[in-house]
């Protein structure tokens, strides 16, 4: 079973330009997320999507950051204007339910460097 | 909300030591407890996770945890440590939905 796709994998930009991330998930897996890790730290959670539509998106940077699932399967997650604080790994997850719960599945991350 | 707390940011051992590492969790209903590892320049994997079945989890990679509801922990071994296994560990709690909530993170180093 192929596993939770992510592109690019690295990526340097200047701060105040743009970048834009995608995330194909595991087949037939209808939740998807995308995290932000920074260096040292355990992932946070920017946004949650139950098939194309949004559950959770608290804690994201909404004056720069946009991510989107138009047609619930594949995601893009955009920075516009970047800053030096941005700089993490951006990590792509999918989940679906069995009969234990829920158990979420990462890709290997993008990760971001803004100069 | 329910949280986990890392206690340990680095843990050391030996080559062949036991490994320890430890998870407390904070939640108001019964828990799901999960083990990530995270090898350097790669994404998190799924080592272990705890769904009220059996209170002694067996993953991948020979590691085992024990969820103890009178500690509120859930703390992560391994009898031998090999040297594959220098990485991240992070803990995890969810209530079984879309709600997962990741620890700091225990760097673990094996030394030879």
């Known amino acids: 079973e192929a596993g939770v796709a992510q592109s690019p994998r690295y990526k340097i930009i200047e701060k105040r330009q743009s970048v834009a991330f995608w995330c194909n998930p595991i087949s037939g897996h209808a939740t998807l997320y995308w995290y932000q890790q920074i260096l040292g730290q355990g992932p946070k959670l920017l946004i949650q999507?139950?098939?194309?539509?949004?559950?959770?998106d608290s804690q994201l940077p909404k004056d720069r950051f946009s991510a989107e699932r138009l047609k619930g399967v594949d995601s893009t997650l955009k920075i516009q204007p970047a800053k030096l604080e941005d700089s993490a790994v951006y990590l792509c997850?999918?989940?679906?339910?069995?009969?234990?719960?829920?158990?979420?599945?990462f890709g290997e991350g993008s990760w971001l460097t803004v100069v | 909300a329910q949280s986990v707390t890392q206690l340990g940011s680095h843990v050391s051992v030996s080559e062949g030591a036991l490994v320890l590492l430890r998870c407390n969790y904070s939640?108001?209903?019964?828990?799901?407890l999960f083990w990530y590892v995270q090898y350097p320049n790669q994404g998190l994997q799924l080592l272990l996770k705890y769904t009220s079945a059996a209170t002694l989890v067996k993953g991948i990679n020979g590691f085992e945890a024990e969820f103890k509801k009178s500690e509120t922990s859930f703390h992560l071994t391994k009898p031998s440590a090999h040297m594959s296994d220098a990485a991240e560990y992070f803990c995890a709690v969810s209530h079984g939905g879309n709600d997962m909530r990741f620890g700091a993170g225990t760097r673990l180093t094996v030394k030879p």
């Open positions: 997850a999918s989940s679906f339910f069995d009969r234990v719960g829920n158990t979420i599945y």
């Open positions: 999507f139950q098939n194309n539509g949004v559950v959770d």
């Open positions: 939640s108001s209903v019964p828990p799901y």
